[in-house]
């Protein structure tokens, strides 16, 4: 990752069409997948087909708070923000779940897999499963720069306010094809031009954006205890942004009696999309399935389906 440096002017929200992903079916779960930060609801749209037409399950992902607007809205996202906008999306969720008396999953990718465990924890009684693809409570994968620990220090001072990380590759995925196409994309987007973000994502972080999922990620952590319902957790063992220290945190914390990690050997941290996406979206069907008792769950730690 690079970084880039600029003050864009206050910018103003605009109207989007795509506000996310809604697959109705009849009798399987209801799974809520939260995308990651600066992320979009496309990164987990192969596996949201998946789990409705291979598992019958409803899904529903949707668009967190700011994303998909202009670089510079996003960059004054309160992390506040993000957690009431997953909040609001599970509470749509539930009465969805309640209505067609079915089991209610949550999950996400990276940060959405950190909002999916606190709002396990604040519904624990709602919750009958909990899914975490690339979980993003350290980021100290290989791919991550060295100043990034002087990041904390950065939060003090003005410098967060016009401070910016480019993507660089990998861009998250070991698909070389992909990364291929990320980047031609990413080529063509400035900080004052993020046009393409609802559908693409975003190639620039912001530093005061980071800085505000410090407090977040920490209120994470204290209610690792409180999630009781069984959790999935996935992981590339050689993701680029998130060590595997961050799956293991969870599964060593969480209050559940029923967890499984799983090691991906053939990805980096966007599991979803990645060489392995097939691998991920079967491991959450049959996880899926196994809540709503159309799969039967080994002892031994795996479903078998």
Same mark, same amino acid.
């Given at each position: 990752?690079?970084?880039?440096?600029?003050?864009?002017?206050r910018?103003?929200?605009?109207?989007?069409d795509?506000?996310?992903?809604?697959?109705s079916?009849?009798?399987?779960?209801?799974v809520?997948?939260l995308?990651?930060l600066t992320?979009?609801?496309?990164?987990l749209?192969?596996?949201?087909?998946?789990?409705?037409?291979r598992?019958?399950h409803?899904?529903r992902?949707?668009?967190l708070?700011?994303?998909g607007?202009?670089?510079?809205v996003?960059?004054r996202?309160?992390?506040q923000e993000l957690?009431?906008s997953?909040r609001?999306?599970?509470?749509d969720?539930r #009465?969805?779940?309640? *209505? !067609?008396?079915?089991?209610l999953?949550v999950?996400?990718?990276s940060?959405?897999? %950190? /909002?999916?465990?606190?709002l396990?924890?604040?519904f624990?009684?709602?919750?009958?499963g909990?899914?975490?693809?690339?979980?993003?409570?350290?980021?100290d994968?290989w791919?991550?720069p060295?100043y990034r620990?002087?990041l904390?220090?950065?939060?003090?001072?003005?410098?967060?306010?016009?401070s910016?990380?480019?993507?660089?590759e990998p861009?998250?995925?070991?698909?070389?094809e992909?990364?291929?196409?990320?980047a031609?994309?990413?080529?063509?987007?400035?900080?004052r031009e993020?046009?393409?973000a609802?559908s693409l994502?975003y190639?620039?972080?912001?530093?005061r954006?980071?800085c505000?999922? #410090?407090p977040?990620? *920490? !209120?994470?952590?204290?209610?690792?205890?409180?999630?009781?319902?069984p959790?999935l %957790? /996935?992981?590339?063992?050689?993701?680029d942004?998130?060590s595997?220290?961050n799956?293991?945190?969870i599964?060593?914390?969480?209050?559940?009696?029923?967890?499984?990690?799983?090691l991906l050997?053939?990805?980096?941290h966007?599991?979803s999309?990645?060489?392995?996406?097939?691998?991920?979206?079967e491991?959450?069907?049959?996880f899926?399935?196994?809540l709503n008792?159309s799969a039967?769950f080994?002892?031994?730690?795996?479903?078998r389906?």
């Amino acid at each position: 990752m690079a970084l880039e440096w600029a003050w864009i002017k206050r910018q103003k929200p605009v109207e989007l069409d795509n506000t996310g992903i809604a697959l109705s079916a009849s009798n399987g779960c209801m799974v809520l997948l939260l995308h990651g930060l600066t992320g979009t609801p496309t990164e987990l749209g192969f596996l949201a087909y998946h789990l409705k037409h291979r598992g019958g399950h409803s899904v529903r992902v949707p668009r967190l708070a700011n994303h998909g607007q202009p670089l510079g809205v996003l960059a004054r996202t309160k992390w506040q923000e993000l957690l009431s906008s997953a909040r609001d999306a599970f509470l749509d969720a539930r #009465r969805e779940a309640r *209505a !067609r008396n079915v089991p209610l999953v949550v999950g996400g990718l990276s940060l959405g897999a %950190v /909002l999916a465990l606190m709002l396990a924890a604040e519904f624990a009684v709602d919750v009958s499963g909990v899914i975490c693809l690339s979980p993003t409570l350290f980021y100290d994968g290989w791919n991550v720069p060295w100043y990034r620990k002087l990041l904390p220090l950065v939060n003090y001072t003005p410098l967060k306010y016009f401070s910016y990380f480019r993507e660089s590759e990998p861009f998250g995925l070991r698909d070389e094809e992909l990364r291929r196409k990320i980047a031609g994309q990413y080529q063509k987007s400035s900080l004052r031009e993020s046009a393409d973000a609802a559908s693409l994502g975003y190639a620039h972080f912001p530093v005061r954006l980071f800085c505000e999922m #410090r407090p977040l990620v *920490a !209120r994470c952590k204290r209610l690792l205890h409180m999630v009781t319902s069984p959790v999935l %957790v /996935l992981q590339a063992r050689h993701d680029d942004m998130t060590s595997p220290r961050n799956a293991q945190f969870i599964r060593d914390r969480v209050g559940s009696d029923r967890r499984e990690l799983v090691l991906l050997e053939r990805s980096y941290h966007l599991i979803s999309v990645d060489l392995e996406r097939s691998v991920v979206a079967e491991r959450i069907r049959a996880f899926c399935d196994s809540l709503n008792g159309s799969a039967e769950f080994d002892a031994t730690g795996g479903f078998r389906a």
